[in-house]
């Protein structure tokens, strides 16, 4: 797997205006945009539905022709770039499910190793250690024997993107790779996404809708907005300076946290315990309107042993409980909201 240079300009947009060229006049979804992407470097593009961020993409991919602007790949324009040369500079993932027929997985990993075959269309000793590269990169061995409609929704995006790689482009551009997945292979997919700009120094640019995993995980935001302009810069940054705010018009985000706020309702309560135990007990709290705090006249003890978990609720007298739901129900019962 080709690794290129970390830190350097991949692509970058300059004064871009994107949209769609109608009879009468142009309809301009995203303008002026100043924009880049690194070598090693995992962006997430994030905005509301509808501000432009598949239009965006699909120009930087050269699927779409810009209004007026330039795309530059590597410090060459993208205009400059045949089919074929771009063909081993970007590789798209979209969100669309594709119809495979009986290819069996590693056979449309293997789809992308087309850029580089001559007319015989037959594999050489170097593609298929790509394809075997790929796989093991993208974490499918375990399925790329399998029929693609053998496949989850999250097995069949880690198949597009082990195609992807297997192209073996500097950029990967995706639209929306965790749409769809449930949230165990949603982390998947931004993990495995994070870990290959660090193994293989890609840069790596997605839309996505997924705020939480975004500000985790990503070096660098792109933030689109409405009748607003579009912003780059690293994800913290843009929370202090309300960058995020502005976009998503957020109600009750916590800048301590990076999450929805949790409304106390007054009503506190004290905590001991300690790791994760401790965590999610805090948590589940102040979903329900807990304060946590020492000066509390209800003190909840956690307890824990090899395999079980249990709740000392200590008031007047000690109360157990072995759920948190549990724990929750009784503090609802004997705590007054306070007004």
């Known amino acids: 797997m080709t690794e290129v240079e970390n830190n350097d300009i991949a692509l970058a947009v300059k004064g871009l205006h994107v949209g769609y ?52 790949i590597e410090e060459k324009p993208l205009k400059n770039f045949s089919a074929a040369e771009l063909a081993t500079k970007i590789s798209l993932v979209l969100t669309d499910r594709i119809n495979a027929g009986n290819m069996t997985a590693r056979e449309l990993i293997g789809l992308g190793r087309y850029p580089y075959l001559n007319w015989s269309v037959k594999f050489k000793d170097d593609d298929l250690i790509k394809i075997e590269q790929s796989i093991a990169l993208s974490e499918v061995g375990a ?49 495995l996404l994070k870990n290959l700009t660090r193994q293989t120094g890609k840069a790596v ?67 001991k315990g300690s ?25 909840i003890h956690i307890l824990t042993s090899e395999n079980t978990i249990s709740w000392e609720i200590e008031s007047e007298g000690v109360v157990a409980t072995n759920t948190l739901e549990d724990l929750v129900s009784y503090l609802n019962n004997e705590i007054v909201e306070v007004v």
């Open 21 to 72: 060229q109608l009879k009468r006049e142009n309809l301009v979804v995203l303008r002026g945009l100043n924009l880049d992407l690194k070598h090693g470097e995992l962006v997430c593009f994030m905005g509301p539905n509808g501000v432009g961020k598949s239009t965006l993409l699909r120009t930087i991919a050269g699927v779409q022709q810009p209004l007026s602007g330039t795309v530059e």
């Open 143 to 191: 399925y790329a024997h399998k029929k693609i409609y053998e496949l989850s929704d999250g097995q069949m995006q880690k198949v597009m993107i082990a195609r992807a790689l297997c192209q073996d482009t500097s950029i990967l551009i995706l639209d929306e790779p965790t749409a769809h997945l449930d949230l165990n292979n949603r982390v998947a997919i931004i993990n």
């Open 275 to 299: 790791g994760h135990e401790y965590l999610w007990t805090k948590n589940a709290l102040e979903r329900n309107g807990y304060e946590v705090s020492d000066e509390a006249d209800y003190r």
């Open 205 to 271: 640019l997605m839309a996505t809708h997924e705020l939480d995993l975004a500000l985790q995980a990503a070096d660098k935001l792109w933030l689109a907005g409405f009748n607003v302009p579009v912003v780059s810069g690293f994800p913290e940054d843009l929370v202090l300076n309300g960058a995020i705010d502005r976009v998503f018009e957020l109600k009750g985000f916590d800048l301590k946290t990076g999450q929805l706020e949790k409304k106390s309702l007054g009503k506190k309560v004290a905590l």
